[in-house]
C-alpha cells in the first residue's frame, strides 16, 4: 500500500485515480462459472463411473455439459452485445434466455431420451452443475465493479490545468 499525502497525490509522486466500472465483466464471470461447475462435474463424473461404468459417467458429462452450455451462451452474448451497447445488454440476456429455452426444449423433445442414458447421473450432474454454476456466477458478478452515476467530465480549460502526466478520468 502506498502513503498519499493530503491532497490524494501518491506520496511516491504519481497520481491516485478513481477506479471506473469493470469493463466488461461477463468472460471472467463465464471463466469462473466454467471452472466452478466444471471441477464439480468431474467429481460426479468419476462418482458416478465408479458406481454405474462408462455409461453413467457418459450420462452424467452430458447432463453437466448440456447446463454449462445452455448458461454460457448468455453470458457470450452479454459480452458481445455489453462491449457495443451495455444498457442492452440485459434486453439481450432475456431475448437470448427465451430463444434458449424454446431452442433446447424442442432440441430435446425432437431427440427424445437415448436408450443407453442413466437418467439418474444425468440428473445428479445437471443439478449439480446448474447449483455450482449459479453460486459461482453470483460471487464473481458480485466482484465487479458498476458505475452507478456518470460523471461529468472535466471542462476543457481545467483539462490544461492540469500538471503534467496527471488524467482526470481513470483510463
Given at each position: 500500500m502506498r502513503a498519499s499525502r493530503h491532497?490524494?497525490?501518491a506520496a511516491a509522486g504519481g497520481a491516485i485515480v478513481a477506479s471506473g466500472p469493470t469493463q466488461s465483466p461477463w468472460l471472467k464471470i463465464l471463466r469462473a462459472s466454467v471452472v466452478a461447475s466444471g471441477a464439480a462435474a468431474v467429481l460426479?463424473?468419476?462418482?458416478?463411473?465408479l458406481v454405474a461404468g462408462a455409461v453413467g459417467?457418459?450420462?452424467?458429462?452430458l447432463g453437466a455439459l448440456l447446463v454449462m452450455l445452455f448458461f454460457a451462451i448468455s453470458l457470450?452474448?452479454?459480452?458481445?452485445?455489453?462491449?457495443?451497447?451495455?444498457s442492452g445488454a440485459i434486453g439481450a440476456f432475456i431475448a437470448t434466455y427465451v430463444?434458449?429455452?424454446?431452442?433446447?426444449g424442442a432440441a430435446l423433445f425432437l431427440l427424445?431420451?437415448?436408450?443407453?442414458?442413466?437418467?439418474?447421473?444425468?440428473f445428479v450432474a445437471a443439478v449439480a452443475a446448474?447449483?455450482?454454476?449459479?453460486?459461482?456466477?453470483?460471487?464473481?458478478f458480485s466482484r465487479t465493479r458498476h458505475q452507478l452515476y456518470a460523471d461529468p467530465e472535466p471542462a476543457p480549460e481545467d483539462r490544461q490545468q492540469q500538471p503534467k502526466g496527471e488524467s482526470s478520468h481513470g483510463g
Amino acid at each position: 500500500m502506498r502513503a498519499s499525502r493530503h491532497d490524494g497525490t501518491a506520496a511516491a509522486g504519481g497520481a491516485i485515480v478513481a477506479s471506473g466500472p469493470t469493463q466488461s465483466p461477463w468472460l471472467k464471470i463465464l471463466r469462473a462459472s466454467v471452472v466452478a461447475s466444471g471441477a464439480a462435474a468431474v467429481l460426479i463424473i468419476a462418482v458416478s463411473a465408479l458406481v454405474a461404468g462408462a455409461v453413467g459417467a457418459l450420462s452424467a458429462l452430458l447432463g453437466a455439459l448440456l447446463v454449462m452450455l445452455f448458461f454460457a451462451i448468455s453470458l457470450l452474448v452479454g459480452h458481445f452485445v455489453g462491449r457495443s451497447n451495455p444498457s442492452g445488454a440485459i434486453g439481450a440476456f432475456i431475448a437470448t434466455y427465451v430463444i434458449k429455452v424454446v431452442g433446447f426444449g424442442a432440441a430435446l423433445f425432437l431427440l427424445g431420451t437415448p436408450d443407453w442414458l442413466e437418467r439418474t447421473w444425468f440428473f445428479v450432474a445437471a443439478v449439480a452443475a446448474v447449483i455450482v454454476w449459479q453460486a459461482a456466477e453470483v460471487f464473481a458478478f458480485s466482484r465487479t465493479r458498476h458505475q452507478l452515476y456518470a460523471d461529468p467530465e472535466p471542462a476543457p480549460e481545467d483539462r490544461q490545468q492540469q500538471p503534467k502526466g496527471e488524467s482526470s478520468h481513470g483510463g
